[in-house]
């Protein structure tokens, strides 16, 4: 059963415009979330995170947005970069569990010119 | 900084074969992880350890041990290598403190034939 869950696999966005990637998810107890990033042949980097207390959290060009109630969150690229162009992940973790984290599918953004 | 160091990159076992994942950080990082990556379904925790001589069951442990003699080291262990082991397998490594992301390493590639 996914418990978070990426249901677009693929994502393509012109260079300037705003990325949405979407993730929900299923279990009520998740109290913290991350989005990751992912390169080919390279591990996740940690990109940026909200914890469900509060519903947006923002960093530069990249906002997080939680919806506890439809229990969805979202990350905003704005203006969209080249560079961007990578599989992004959502991960979810229970109170006091930070690192053990349960991972979404993916959703390959590709950024064009 | 090295961060998460995974050794080997590429490895290729047949059925049967026994063989061990490294995985080593310097950041004097309490808990230590590993998960695995197939297509269509995210990053599936295997086992973790949130200190030295302490190590628990993730979500799909079957088929792998662990030990954690030192902060350092965290390997993995395929005892009786099997197709269903073909993977992309990443060892990652946070302080155990809530909202500290998880530091990846670069994976290895295993095939099992």
């Known amino acids: 059963d996914q418990q978070v869950k990426q249901n677009s696999p693929s994502l393509s966005v012109q260079e300037g415009r705003i990325s949405i990637l979407n993730c929900d998810y299923t279990?009520?107890?998740?109290?913290?979330f991350l989005w990751y990033k992912k390169y080919p042949a390279e591990g996740p980097t940690f990109l940026i995170s909200i914890s469900s207390i509060k519903d947006k959290n923002e960093d530069g060009r990249f906002t997080v947005f939680l919806n506890k109630s439809a229990k969805h969150l979202s990350l905003h690229i704005v203006p969209s970069q080249p560079g961007d162009s990578a599989v992004y992940f959502c991960?979810?973790?229970?109170?006091?569990?930070?690192?053990?984290?349960?991972f979404g599918t993916g959703t390959r953004l590709q950024v064009t010119l | 900084n090295a961060g998460v160091t995974q050794t080997p990159k590429f490895q290729v076992l047949k059925t049967g074969q026994s063989m061990t994942l490294q995985c080593a950080q310097d950041?004097?990082?309490?808990?230590m992880s590993w998960y695995r990556q197939d297509p269509g379904m995210g990053l599936r925790l295997i086992h973790y350890?949130?200190?030295?001589?302490?190590?628990d069951q993730g979500e799909v442990p079957n088929g792998y041990n662990v030990s954690r003699s030192t902060t350092e080291d965290f390997p993995l262990r395929l005892l009786s290598a099997a197709p269903s082991q073909t993977s992309v397998y990443f060892c990652?490594?946070?302080?155990?403190?809530?909202?500290?992301?998880?530091?990846f390493g670069n994976g290895t590639r295993l095939t099992v034939t």
């Open positions: 350890s949130v200190g030295a001589g302490i190590t």
């Open positions: 991960a979810a973790s229970l109170t006091g569990t930070a690192s053990k984290l349960t």
């Open positions: 279990n009520s107890m998740f109290d913290y």
């Open positions: 950041m004097n990082h309490e808990y």
């Open positions: 990652a490594s946070s302080r155990v403190s809530y909202n500290s992301p998880l530091h």
